[in-house]
C-alpha cells in the first residue's frame, strides 16, 4: 500500500471516470491530510485484523495524485514474477516505481519483472487488478473493456501468466463504460459480487455467469446504485485463520441484510472509512496490491 503525498481527484482521470468527484485547487493540501489519515487508519484496521501489509511512502516529486491506488500499476504473482502495466493518464505512470519493486525482493523471491508499459507507445492500456479481476484459482481473467482495457496487452498477459480472457463490456446507469473492472466485480474464494446488470450484452452477461457458476463461486448480485457506492471495489484478504472481504463503509452500508447474510458465510467483513479517498474515483480495493510473492 502506498502512502499518498500530494493527493486529490486527477484531472486527467475525470473524462472516463463518473466514480470520480471534482474537488477546488485550494483544497489540495486538506485533502491530502484527510487521504492520509484515512490510510492510516485503514492500515491500522488491517494489521489489527491479522493481515500482512507493507506501506511505501508516496515521493514528493513528481506530483501523484492516484498514488493511493498501487494496483494499477503493479501486480505480484505466486510464481516469482511481478507485472507492471501501461496506464492511459500520463501523471499515473510515475507511479511505477523502481524502488517499490526493490523493496518487495528484500522480503520476497522476485525472479522476473514482465514490463508491459511500452504499449503506452500504441495508445493500448491495461491498468493492473483494476482492469483485470483475476481468478487465481480457475485462472480466468475477468474484464471489462474500455479506453483503459485494451485486447492487446491483455492477451499478452493471460498468454504469459496462463489466464484465460473473459471479456464484456459493462456501462453505469448513465450508459458510460465502467472505467475498471474492479468496481463492478469481485472475485473471492467462494462467491462473487457482480453488478450483471450493467452488461448490457445478454450473451456477455450469461458468459460472465455461467463462468463463474462453474468455477463454484456463488454469485451475490451488486445493482448499478451499489456499484456507484463502490459496493463492487472490494477484496478478498486473508490472515492465518479465515478469510477477509475488505471494502470501504460506503460499500458495506450499500450492501443488503441478505447480501450481507451470504457474504458471512465465507469471510469476515472489514469496512474501512474512505470518504476522501473515494473522491478520487477508486476505494478499499484499488488501494491494495495483493503480494502473491514467495517469501524469503
Known amino acids: 500500500m502506498i502512502r499518498p503525498c500530494r493527493f486529490f481527484p486527477n484531472p486527467e482521470t475525470a473524462a472516463d471516470n463518473a466514480f470520480q468527484q471534482s474537488a477546488a485547487t485550494a483544497d489540495r493540501e486538506m485533502l491530502s491530510e484527510c487521504a492520509r489519515r484515512e490510510f492510516d487508519k485503514a492500515v491500522e484496521l488491517l494489521r489489527f485484523h491479522g493481515v500482512t501489509v507493507r506501506t511505501v511512502e508516496d515521493t514528493v516529486s513528481p506530483e501523484k495524485p492516484d498514488a493511493v ?9 505466486d510464481d516469482g514474477r511481478v507485472a507492471l502495466y501501461p496506464m492511459l493518464s500520463a501523471a499515473r505512470r510515475w507511479e511505477r516505481r523502481t524502488d517499490v519493486v526493490n523493496e518487495l525482493r528484500q522480503h520476497y523471491q522476485v525472479t522476473k519483472v514482465v ?5 503506452e507507445d500504441a495508445e493500448q492500456f491495461l491498468e493492473g487488478t483494476g482492469s483485470l479481476v483475476l481468478d487465481h484459482i480457475a485462472r480466468v481473467a475477468y474484464v471489462s473493456t474500455s479506453q483503459r482495457s485494451h485486447a492487446q496487452p491483455l492477451q499478452q498477459f493471460c498468454a504469459d501468466f496462463d489466464f484465460e480472457p473473459v471479456t464484456f463490456r459493462s456501462v453505469d446507469e448513465s450508459g458510460r463504460a ?3 473492472t474492479n468496481v463492478m466485480m469481485c472475485v473471492g474464494t ?7 446488470r450493467s452488461i448490457p450484452d445478454a450473451v456477455e452477461r450469461e458468459q460472465v455467469r455461467d463462468r463463474l ?3 463454484g463461486r456463488q454469485i451475490i448480485e451488486l445493482a448499478p446504485e451499489q456499484i456507484a457506492n463502490f ?18 463503509t460506503h460499500a458495506r452500508a450499500a450492501l443488503t441484510g441478505e447480501q450481507i447474510r451470504a457474504l458471512e458465510r465465507y469471510v469476515r467483513i472489514v469496512p474501512l472509512d474512505l470518504p476522501t479517498i473515494e473522491l478520487a474515483g477508486g476505494s ?5 496490491a495483493t503480494i502473491h510473492l514467495p517469501s524469503r
Open 178 to 180: 465502467i472505467y475498471h
Open 115 to 119: 514490463d508491459y508499459s511500452v504499449y
Open 284 to 288: 478499499a480495493r484499488c488501494m491494495i
Open 190 to 196: 467462494n462467491f462473487a459480487l457482480v453488478g450483471l
Open 213 to 215: 457458476r462453474s468455477s
Open 69 to 77: 491506488f498501487p494496483n494499477n500499476w503493479i501486480s505480484t504473482h
Open 231 to 248: 459496493a463492487g471495489n472490494a477484496i478478498e484478504l486473508h490472515n492465518k485463520h479465515k478469510q477477509l472481504l475488505v471494502l470501504s
